[in-house]
């Protein structure tokens, strides 16, 4: 057909001079088509271009860490006061980068072992990445109390307890730590799982039962099936050791990384949830006691790492997820006195957006059939609670701590309410804060995208 039709063409614009000669025609009957072959092939390949632009590219993810633990060694916070010395380390501190990356989107989860990470060092970091948007790039803490202060807080002689020269090579390394996820790209899957984490892990400290025993787990797995990567969401203060130890540490965080890696499941990322008044670990001895030692912190980080893969182990696999991320500005008033202070004194140089207030941003992500909230603080578990009841994914996972680190949230009915609540009510920001943010949250999940809804393989 293709040659009849090429034939009929050829004819069709020839010029109808019969003195041409044999050799002339002939000439340009070879000449036309050639040409209509090209114009076929020309056509083939525009389609092909075009179904390669229109074919997502597949999810990739990558994974990196870096040692950040400081030499010598550096005094530790477990909040606002001056800092605890130091004569000895239990485990490395870490920074740590996930990214994920489908149809063009890239982002970011970060996890930092330090008390805070406030956004002034935070856009530090984002400064020094130029593959991803900055607005993409989300780094929440730990929240171990054993790890050298972030915030600038003041040290009672006039001074401050940080150190602004290993802060800048913590955002060093936290960028490295990024570029290396960035160049570890690869083709993955993921699966994604919520359960409750059992066995003595975190408790209430102001009220035992009342906190949110939900595991969230995330993992990342090759095209060969192995998992690579295990991101870990769960509600706890990692305050096993406390600062006043006399030890740099990751407290229950770093048993936790090993035992992931030891159990196959690679390279191990921990994001705290909503543990605010007061989830902390469970550490209670028999006779009522904490127990503060090296040996309890693996025990607890062991359990959680052995009841996330639990978890995460029957969970079926995602296969090229969506990936989807958005972020919004948040604005809070100051009212806190003390927090006012260091913000107007630090010498990491905190910015007001308008007198008394402060902002930051918060990101919506969907992944998959999961949907991923951050918040910039310890928010208490009931606002935790009612936040995940309405965000729109199978799985909702919070990301406290993130992107900064303001405090205490709480509704502004808990605020100042309780006697047991004038510590956390003291560093909050202010009556408002948990109002702002439920508010601000409802409507970013109201106005997003929903998740994806998941089927499982058959």
């Avoid at 296969?319 to 991320?325: A, F, G, M, S, V």
């Avoid at 806190?336 to 919506?364: C, D, H, W």
Wanted: aromatic share 8%.
């Amino acid at each position: 057909m293709t040659s009849g039709c090429s034939e009929q063409v050829s004819a069709s614009i020839l010029p109808l001079d019969h003195s041409l000669s044999p050799c002339y025609l002939k000439f340009m009957k070879i000449f036309i088509r050639i040409c209509f072959h090209s114009r076929v092939t020309i056509c083939f390949l525009a389609v092909w271009l075009l179904t390669v632009v229109a074919t997502p590219a597949p999810f990739r993810a990558g994974i990196a860490a870096r040692n950040v633990t400081p030499d010598p060694l550096l005094p530790v916070s477990g909040g606002m006061g001056p800092s605890n010395p130091v004569t000895n380390k239990l485990g490395d501190l870490t920074v740590r980068a996930l990214v994920l990356e489908s149809d063009g989107t890239r982002v970011a989860i970060c996890s930092v072992d330090f008390l805070g990470f406030p956004s002034v060092l935070g856009n530090k970091v984002r400064a020094k990445i130029s593959a991803i948007p900055g607005a993409n790039i989300l780094i929440g803490a730990t929240h171990t109390h054993s790890a050298p202060d972030c915030y600038g807080f003041p040290d009672g002689k006039g001074g401050f307890a940080c150190d602004l020269k290993y802060l800048d090579s913590v955002c060093d390394r936290l960028a490295e730590a990024i570029n290396e996820a960035l160049g570890n790209l690869r083709p993955a899957t993921i699966k994604i799982a919520t359960g409750v984490a059992k066995g003595k892990i975190a408790y209430n400290y102001y009220a035992p039962d009342l906190y949110d025993p939900r595991c969230h787990v995330i993992q990342l797995l090759g095209l060969d099936g192995k998992p690579f990567g295990t991101l870990v969401n769960y509600a706890v203060h990692p305050e096993v050791l406390g600062s006043s130890a006399g030890v740099v540490s990751p407290d229950l965080i770093g048993p936790l990384y090993e035992r992931i890696a030891a159990q196959g499941g690679g390279i191990g990322i921990f994001m705290n949830s909503a543990q605010g008044g007061m989830v902390t670990a469970d550490c209670r001895g028999p006779n009522g006691r904490d127990i503060q030692t090296w040996a309890e912190c693996s025990r607890i980080g062991t359990l959680l790492a052995d009841e996330a893969l639990r978890i995460i182990g029957a969970a079926p696999i995602q296969r090229e997820p969506k990936l989807w991320c958005s972020a919004r500005t948040i604005s809070f008033p100051v009212d806190s006195p003390q927090l006012r202070q260091v913000m107007q004194i630090s010498p990491l140089g905190y910015k007001e957006a308008q007198p008394g207030r402060v902002e930051t941003q918060f990101n919506l992500i969907n992944l998959g059939n999961a949907q991923i909230l951050t918040i910039p603080g310890e928010a208490l578990p009931n606002i935790g609670f009612y936040l995940k009841r309405k965000m729109s994914g199978d799985h909702n996972l919070l990301f406290g701590l993130t992107n900064d680190a303001f405090g205490y949230i709480l509704t502004k009915e808990d605020w100042s309410s309780f006697k047991r609540y004038d510590y956390v009510s003291r560093v909050c920001l202010g009556e408002m804060t948990g109002h702002i943010l439920v508010e601000d949250s409802l409507k970013f999940v109201g106005e997003a995208p929903k998740p994806e809804r998941f089927e499982k393989e058959q």
